[in-house]
């Protein structure tokens, strides 16, 4: 079975600091890699992905993560945040190649923006 | 195009009752996948359904079931409700069957309070 770790539940940064969040899987085969943000009273939205091909992979509002296959690791970084990026932030698995394969989410990572 | 939608978005029960929740996918998407999130548990698969057939399963007692229907809306049912089961319910819609290649749209989520 396929496992997430979010290492850190709470991340406070002030604004236009850099942040890194990071994620850790499990896997005995290849995955694929999700990155989602829950703004506050609102569902889930997709960040970005990785399925396969470059393991640098970019969102449209300047996060980014790195696909490392040899430390198991899909961490999500920006070099400068806003207040807007206050929200709660899953990473999730899932088994490349499996038609049916549901998410697995690690249990979340809190970005507190600071003024 | 409109969104996932959900209803009711808060719902308040006691012990021993049964409820329902409402899910509507995006015009044209199939598939319907239904999670709880908690702040002990995270983000919890509950199950998958795509045109009106169960496709993936989570690991949740008999209690929680749930069906589609020919439109593609679902609904989830929960009997005899725990105090455990108080938590933020969230579908998402996409596409197709579990290919990751589509994107998971995620409602708002009903709040489920059970006293």
């Known amino acids: 079975a396929q496992s997430v770790t979010q290492l850190d539940s709470q991340v406070p940064v002030f604004e236009e600091a850099p942040v890194e969040l990071r994620c850790n899987y499990s896997s005995s085969v290849s995955v694929y890699l999700f990155w989602y943000v829950q703004y506050p009273n609102q569902g889930l939205q997709l960040l970005l992905k990785?399925?396969?091909?470059?393991?640098l992979v970019e969102s449209i509002n300047g996060f980014e993560a790195e696909f490392n296959k040899s430390q198991t690791s899909f961490h999500l970084r920006k070099p400068s945040v806003h207040i807007s990026d206050t929200a709660e932030y899953f990473c999730?698995?899932?088994?490349?190649?499996?038609?049916?394969?549901?998410?697995?989410f690690g249990t979340g990572t809190r970005l507190t923006i600071i003024p | 195009k409109a969104g996932v939608t959900q209803t009711p978005r808060y719902l308040i029960k006691t012990r021993g009752q049964q409820v329902t929740l409402s899910c509507s996918p995006i015009s044209g998407h199939r598939s319907v996948s239904w999670y709880q999130q908690t702040p002990g548990q995270g983000l919890q698969f509950l199950f998958e359904?795509?045109?009106?057939?169960?496709?993936n399963k989570g690991n949740f007692p008999g209690r929680f079931s749930g069906r589609q229907f020919s439109n593609s809306r679902s609904e989830m049912n929960v009997s005899t409700l725990e105090l455990g089961d108080s938590a933020l319910y969230l579908c998402a819609s996409s596409y197709s069957h579990g290919a990751h290649t589509d994107t998971q749209y995620f409602g708002p989520g009903t709040r489920l309070t059970v006293l």
């Open positions: 999730a698995v899932a088994r490349a190649n499996f038609g049916n394969e549901k998410l697995t």
């Open positions: 990785y399925l396969s091909g470059s393991t």
């Open positions: 359904y795509f045109s009106e057939t169960q496709r």
